[in-house]
């Protein structure tokens, strides 16, 4: 069974909102960073946003900081991302991610991170 399953993505007009959910089937006891990541075709893959489970600190990536959010109080095996005022450059698949906290860098690509499949994002003009 895979450890991160998304769920949510599709086909939005810009400046519509989504929203991805991810299952957590890991043990994430202790502090870890959950996040989400997107990678766009030809484009490297970007931490978006992310939640530090420690002290359920935030991080954002600036070009989706006040559109993206990610709702605290969830239970731990449940990630959601909700995404407003969508642009077409928010097009991606986006995907659901865990790794071990190392303070400050729920964004950082090069962390030990176990992976979602990914799902979808098209935003439409």
């Known amino acids: 069974r895979a450890q991160l399953v998304e769920s949510g993505g599709g086909s939005v007009p810009a400046g519509g909102s989504l929203r991805l959910s991810c299952t957590v089937y890991l043990n994430t006891y202790g502090r870890w960073c959950m996040s989400w990541f997107r990678q766009a075709p030809g484009k490297y893959r970007e931490g978006v946003a992310g939640i530090n489970t420690g002290d359920d600190s935030t991080y954002y990536v600036d070009s989706v900081r006040g559109r993206f959010t990610i709702p605290q109080g969830n239970p731990k095996e449940r990630l959601d991302l909700e995404m407003s005022n969508l642009k077409s450059e928010d097009t991606a698949t986006y995907y659901c991610?865990?790794?071990?906290?190392?303070?400050?860098?729920?964004?950082?690509?090069?962390?030990?991170?176990?992976w979602g499949r990914g799902t979808q994002v098209a935003v439409t003009s």
């Open positions: 991610a865990a790794a071990r906290s190392t303070a400050g860098r729920c964004l950082d690509p090069t962390l030990s991170w176990t």
